[in-house]
C-alpha cells in the first residue's frame, strides 16, 4: 500500500523559505511521476511541481521562478524547495504519486495522480 507522509510546513514572514518533504513508501514500481500540488483557501487544488523517475522536472509558471522540486531515490523522498514565499502562497501543500510508462511527461493534472499526502499547511503573513 503506498503511503505519502508530508513535513516542513508552518508558519513564515514574506520573503522567507520554507523546504517541503514527502516520504513515500509502498512504492514497488520503479517508474513514477511524483508531484506538488497546493490549495489556497477558497481555491482548487493546483499543481506545481513534478519530477519524474529520470529527473526530468516540469513546473507550473506560478513556481518556476522561486520553487525547486528535487528527490532523494535512496531515501523515497521528495522535496519543494520554496523560495522568496508571498503571502499568495498561503496554501494547504500535498505530494502526489502516480505510476509512469517512464517517458511520458508529468504533467500537473489533479486526476492523474493516484496517491496523496494528507496535506500541510503553509502560512505566509507578516
Known amino acids: 500500500q503506498v503511503q505519502l507522509v508530508a513535513s516542513g510546513g508552518g508558519s513564515v514572514q514574506p520573503g522567507e523559505s520554507l523546504r517541503l518533504s514527502c516520504i513515500a513508501s509502498?512504492?514497488?514500481?520503479?517508474?513514477?511521476?511524483m508531484a506538488w500540488f497546493r490549495q489556497p483557501p477558497g481555491s482548487q487544488r493546483e499543481g506545481l511541481a513534478s519530477i519524474r523517475s529520470d529527473g526530468v522536472k516540469v513546473y507550473d509558471k506560478s513556481a518556476e521562478d522561486r520553487f525547486i522540486i528535487s528527490k532523494d531515490n535512496a531515501k523515497n523522498s521528495l522535496f519543494l524547495q520554496m523560495n522568496s514565499l508571498k503571502p499568495e502562497d498561503t496554501a494547504v501543500y500535498y505530494c502526489?504519486?502516480?505510476?509512469?510508462?517512464?517517458?511520458?511527461?508529468?504533467?500537473?493534472?489533479?486526476?492523474?495522480?493516484?496517491?496523496w499526502g494528507q496535506g500541510i499547511q503553509v502560512n505566509v503573513s507578516s
Open positions: 509502498g512504492i514497488t514500481y520503479d517508474k513514477t511521476c
Open positions: 502526489a504519486v502516480r505510476w509512469s510508462s517512464g517517458l511520458s511527461t508529468c504533467h500537473l493534472m489533479r486526476g492523474d495522480y493516484d496517491y
